[in-house]
Structures are given as structure tokens and as C-alpha cells.
């Protein structure tokens, strides 16, 4: 996976710069992501973090769907609605930046 990203020529000063960059998978498949809206980023993109809870869903999606041969029982369909949550520290912040 490779990300890139160019602020272009807006001043890197945190309510001006972009938040949007690419998002290149090893399959070929290519996508705009962006901050969370709480960070200026763009609402019509992914964040990071959505992301994030995204691929654990997928995962417990393949480890449940799976057939593991000991049930009769097999999985036919499956939904997720998942949701992850950020806090603050105690400094109220979120992460160590």
C-alpha cells in the first residue's frame, strides 16, 4: 500500500493545508482519503480512522463466515454495523501529537 499526498502551493499552516491524499493498494486499486472532518478533513472521503474500523470489521467478517469444519452450521450472509470511538487524553487530546 502506498499513500501520497502534496500540500501543492497553499501555506502549510493547519486551517489552509489539504487533507486529501491517495491511497494505492498492492491489487491496483486507488483512492482519495482524507483527515476526519473533526481535522478539516473532507466528509465526502474516508479517514483514517473509519478506515481503521472498516478493516477489522472485515476481518471478523472473514474469521466468522469462515468454515471451519466442525459445525454443520455455515454462514450465508453477513452485516456488520460497526463503530469505533476516539477519546481524549488526559490532557485532552487525542494521540501524542
Partial sequence: MTLTWKRGE???EYQKYPRNHTWRFDGGHEMTASA???????PKQVDPEEAFVASLSACHNA?????RGK??????RYADE???HMEKNAEGRVGDH
Fill in 10 to 12: 497553499v501555506p502549510f
Fill in 36 to 42: 476526519a472532518p473533526a481535522y478539516l478533513g473532507d
Fill in 63 to 67: 474469521h466468522v463466515s469462515r468454515n
Fill in 71 to 76: 459445525t454443520e452450521v455455515r454462514a450465508r
Fill in 82 to 84: 460497526a463503530v469505533g
